[in-house]
């Protein structure tokens, strides 16, 4: 399969999966025997949206000036990726249910696959600039990401 038709396959899947968790939210009857997990559920939800919004802020902020590397991108290499990751995580803690569960991995998987696709596009569309900010900065790991930029100053 080519790797655009992937990628298609791969947005349709998201896109059909979330109108699926929605239409879950409605059906199942999930009873929280510990609610501090749907609190854990909206923090994790935060975090992927806020990684999100950041991420297109600083692109739009920065477009046509070449590799961006500044901001959140200095933190994590794909933060919109990262946050996406998150917000389908966060899923299995606002609805604990297996279909949820299977839902989030499943979408999870397809987004680590275009993070892949994308590092791999990158490095041919910028070469050994990009390979350098490899070096520096975490693909997905936020946590690292952020100790590393402390380490820099």
């Not at 059906?27 to 510990?34: A, E, R, Y």
């Not at 949820?100 to 696959?113: D, E, H, M």
Request: charged share 15%; hydrophobic share 55%.
């Amino acid at each position: 399969m080519k790797p655009k038709t992937k990628e298609t396959l791969g947005y349709v899947i998201n896109g059909i999966s979330i109108a699926v968790f929605f239409f879950l939210l409605n059906v199942l009857d999930v009873s929280l025997d510990w609610p501090y997990l749907e609190y854990i559920g909206w923090i994790i939800f935060g975090l992927g949206v806020f990684l999100i919004v950041a991420s297109f802020l600083t692109l739009v902020r920065n477009r046509g000036k070449g590799l961006i590397d500044c901001g959140i991108y200095s933190i994590v290499r794909h933060p919109m990726y990262m946050g996406a990751i998150l917000v389908f995580l966060s899923w299995a803690f606002l609805l604990p249910h297996w279909l949820t569960l299977l839902l989030s991995l499943i979408n999870i998987a397809i987004v680590y696959g275009f993070v892949l696709q994308a590092d791999r596009r990158n490095i041919d569309l910028f070469g050994s600039e990009y390979e350098e900010y490899i070096e520096r900065v975490p693909r997905l790991n936020f946590l690292a990401g952020f100790l590393n930029s402390f380490r820099r100053v």
